[in-house]
């Protein structure tokens, strides 16, 4: 199996070796990335793949074209470039943003703008440059082109190349094209497209799968170019097209979307988009939600009921303390103390289903947490000057649901062992505390 190398950019990195081996090294744009990692060369003789991590800790935006270029790839070393928090975005003016010259490339949560600049590509593979098979995976990424001339948000020509682009969301304006693909194979899954000249539109060759999409608000949504194949399946549209076509409720996208003027495209529960698709086994939406197993919602986002509708209680859980001394006798000056044990609070949900961006609204309730306390001790000799001090005792309390039932339903954990009665005998020789649980 091939090692990983990662590295680090950071727009925001101040100070630091600049060589990329941990976030505080980060390189500070991912061309310079590319360009100080690309004396690797060849990873598949390296047998290594790229593991790149991109952050703008502080928003500031990569205003540097990157240009991917004499790399040695394949299916298993590879170079894949994520934003592992989706604060990374590529902001390029008057030129392409980031253009593919060789093979096995995969992006995640990656963020990319281009603004004017007459045949400008956000994402662009450049296939003249690539003899060998290629393939180019997207996932859960936004790309937003806009300008007053021809621009392209994805633009994919080579006859051996095949890519795969999941769970994304782009944006074009004016004479600006979301897709266009020429001479290859490609699959848009689960992907919501606004705006511009066309959603998607296909070269004079090539063969290539939409399904479950959205394209709207544009002049033409899908284009087919002469000679190409466009398998279209379970697509919202404004035009129709393909295999089932979902429109919008009374024909406007406001009853589909939460927000779509403002940019907001999760779905509502009330239109025709929810619960439309057909089954694609992607790993999740944009914002990292499971998609439904069966008929998921189309476009980029599944629907995720309001956080407002959870709610989890965990209530009246008692804890015991057991101190054991033996043999510790106490002379007439002498303090025993047990004192300031703190432990945190740790409560742990392996299920995303509780959550839906924020905690804002989401009921989380811990409480009437009691603590019994039981202290044991054998042969304890106290004298009048002595003393016994047992205080300041603080247990945390860890609560892990590895699933959590339906997210629209509360779900309630009780456990109710109170300790209602604590007897106390004491004699020189000994005293025992001891709780009885009623």
């Known amino acids: ?239 129709g097209d393909g295999t089932n076509p979902i429109d919008a409720v009374d024909d406007d996208w406001s009853n589909e979307f939460t927000d779509y003027a403002n940019g907001d495209y999760t779905p509502l529960n009330s239109g025709n988009i929810y619960q439309a698709g057909a089954d694609l086994d992607i790993a999740a939406d944009y914002a990292g939600n499971a998609f439904d197993s069966s008929t998921p919602t189309i476009g980029a986002y599944e629907y995720v009921s309001a956080s407002s509708d959870t709610e989890l209680t965990v209530a009246d859980i008692d804890i015991g303390l057991d101190v054991a001394l033996d043999a510790n006798p106490l002379t007439a000056a002498a303090q025993l103390s047990i004192d300031d044990i703190d432990i945190g609070l740790d409560v742990a949900m392996d299920a995303p289903d509780i959550i839906y961006y924020t905690l804002g609204d989401t009921v989380l309730v811990v409480d009437d947490v009691s603590i019994g306390l039981d202290v044991a001790m054998d042969a304890l000799v106290l004298t009048s000057a002595s003393t016994l001090s047992v205080n300041n005792i603080d247990i945390g309390l860890e609560i892990i649901f590895d699933e959590v039932p339906d997210a629209d339903k509360p779900v309630s954990v009780s456990l109710t062992a109170t300790v209602k009665s604590i007897t106390v005998s004491a004699s020189v020789e000994q005293i025992t505390i001891e709780a009885v649980e009623v």
């Not at 199996?1 to 950019?9: H, V």
């Not at 004396?39 to 598949?44: A, T």
């Not at 040695?72 to 070393?77: C, K, M």
């Open 1 to 239: 199996m091939a090692t990983a190398r990662t590295r680090y950019a950071n727009t925001d990195v101040s100070g630091g070796a600049a060589d990329g081996t941990s976030l505080a090294n980060a390189y500070s744009s991912l061309s310079a990335l590319e360009a100080a990692e690309d004396d690797l060369g060849n990873l598949v003789s390296r047998d290594e793949w790229l593991d790149v991590r991109a952050y703008a800790s502080a928003g500031t935006a990569d205003t540097t074209k990157c240009t991917i270029a004499g790399w040695t790839l394949d299916g298993t070393r590879y170079i894949q470039i994520d934003s592992p928090d989706g604060s990374y975005k590529l902001e390029v003016s008057n030129d392409d943003a980031l253009v593919i010259q060789c093979t096995n490339i995969k992006f995640k949560r990656i963020r990319g703008t281009i603004t004017s600049g007459d045949s400008t590509n956000d994402i662009f593979f450049d296939g003249s440059y690539v003899a060998a098979a290629a393939t180019c995976e997207i996932d859960r990424c936004y790309v937003y082109a806009s300008g007053s001339t021809v621009f392209t948000v994805f633009s994919f020509t080579d006859s051996d190349f095949t890519f795969y682009i999941r769970s994304s969301i782009s944006e074009s304006v004016s004479t600006g094209r979301g897709h266009y693909h020429v001479a290859n194979t490609g699959y848009i899954y689960q992907c919501t497209h606004k705006g511009g000249a066309s959603g998607f539109r296909s070269g004079t060759s090539g063969t290539y799968t939409l399904t479950n999409d959205i394209f709207f608000s544009t002049a033409d949504d899908i284009i087919v170019g002469a000679g190409s194949t466009v398998n279209t399946l379970n697509c919202g549209t404004d035009d």
